[in-house]
T-cell receptor, first 111, second 112 residues
């Protein structure tokens, strides 16, 4: 089993819709969780970080963490074509020093 | 401007020729890390450093070396590159191990 798993997609949503991206992880003691966006050929850029159970909102983005289910998700409201990218879930492992990334979910927002 | 820089951005080399990819950050971050990104495999951590003179193996350290003699710099060394090290490499830094990481622009390495 991989440390961090994501549905690779592709996921397509119409402009203005809600995009829902999911991630599961294997290490029960993981403490920090991140969502990154990566455009083709570019470096990952941070969208959200979340450290405790529940929801965290930042503009059109909401991260949700459920440690009991080892599940973290990202909701993108009012999706825009510029949101079309690959979204990477990242989780710290073990003592917090090592990070694992999922393979990413490709999102396309259709105008 | 707060940033992570990497050099070179593109490199084509031959098997066995030692190379170094430099990484520098100007944010006074304690934690630095190297990743490689391959299609279908995602980002995989090679080495990380919690602070000066403290380095540790990530998920795929074989064939790589690192050093952290100064807080701002974290070079990646390939002593004898092989074709399976052809990849896109990213350096990243964060305030501390649990915090969000900021990535450099990437180095695309081809080993012939």
């Amino acid at each position: 089993q991989k440390e961090v798993e994501q549905n690779s997609g592709p996921l397509s949503v119409p402009e203005g819709a809600i995009a829902s991206l999911n991630c599961t992880y294997s290490d029960r003691v993981s403490q920090s969780f991140f969502w990154y966006r990566q455009y083709s050929g570019k470096s990952p850029e941070l969208i959200m970080s979340i450290y405790s159970n529940g929801d965290k909102e930042d503009g059109r983005f909401t991260a949700q963490l459920n440690k009991a289910s080892q599940y973290v998700s990202l909701l993108i409201r009012d999706s825009q074509p510029s949101d079309s990218a690959t979204y990477l879930c990242a989780v710290n492992i073990n003592t917090g020093n090592q990070f694992y990334f999922g393979t990413g979910t490709s999102l396309t927002v259709i105008p | 401007e707060a940033q992570v820089t990497q050099n070179p951005r593109y490199l084509i080399t031959v098997t066995g020729k030692k190379l170094t990819v430099t990484c520098s950050q100007n944010m006074n971050h304690e934690y630095m890390s190297w990743y490689r990104q391959d299609p279908g495999l995602g980002l995989r951590q090679i080495y990380y450093s919690m602070n000066v003179e403290v380095t540790d193996k990530g998920d795929v350290p074989e064939g790589y070396k690192v050093s952290r003699k100064e807080k701002r710099n974290f070079p990646l060394i390939l002593e004898s590159p092989s074709p399976n090290q052809t990849s896109l490499y990213f350096c990243a830094s964060s305030l501390a191990g649990l915090n969000e990481q900021f990535f450099g622009p990437g180095t695309r390495l081809t080993v012939l």
